[in-house]
């Protein structure tokens, strides 16, 4: 059973960064074909895909959050983490981790999400 548990700071201040780790159990994030991301949803608001990260390393942002995403992986703690610069108000979600076989299918293992509000 594979398990992804978020955590991070749960209130950041405007302008500050945010950083988030996924530790992932019960499988390794380097197993071939399978793409880990971080995906958030702001309050009253749809999900939101912000990127992610390979088995091999390569990884993939979207496009409307790339100036200030960064994502990065620790394999030796089998984590990968996010960090989200200069964030406002506007960057207030439930972020979750979650992983996919390839990337044109569902998610099928995801974290419990964790509550990140910015304070303004």
């Known amino acids: 059973q594979v398990q992804l548990q978020e955590s991070g700071p749960g209130l950041v201040k405007s302008s500050q960064t945010l950083s988030l780790t996924c530790t992932v159990s019960g499988g390794s994030i380097t197993t071939t074909h399978y793409y880990w991301s971080w995906i958030r949803q702001p309050p009253g608001k749809g999900l939101e895909w912000m990127g992610a990260?390979?088995?091999?390393?390569?990884?993939y942002y979207s496009p409307f959050l790339k100036s200030h995403t960064s994502i990065s992986r620790d394999t030796s703690k089998n984590q990968f983490s996010l960090q989200l610069n200069s964030v406002t108000p506007e960057d207030t979600a439930v972020y979750y981790c979650?992983?996919?076989?390839?990337?044109?299918?569902?998610?099928?293992?995801w974290g419990q999400g964790t509550q990140v509000t910015v304070s303004s």
């Open positions: 979650a992983r996919r076989y390839g990337v044109t299918t569902s998610y099928d293992y």
């Open positions: 990260i390979a088995y091999d390393g390569r990884i």
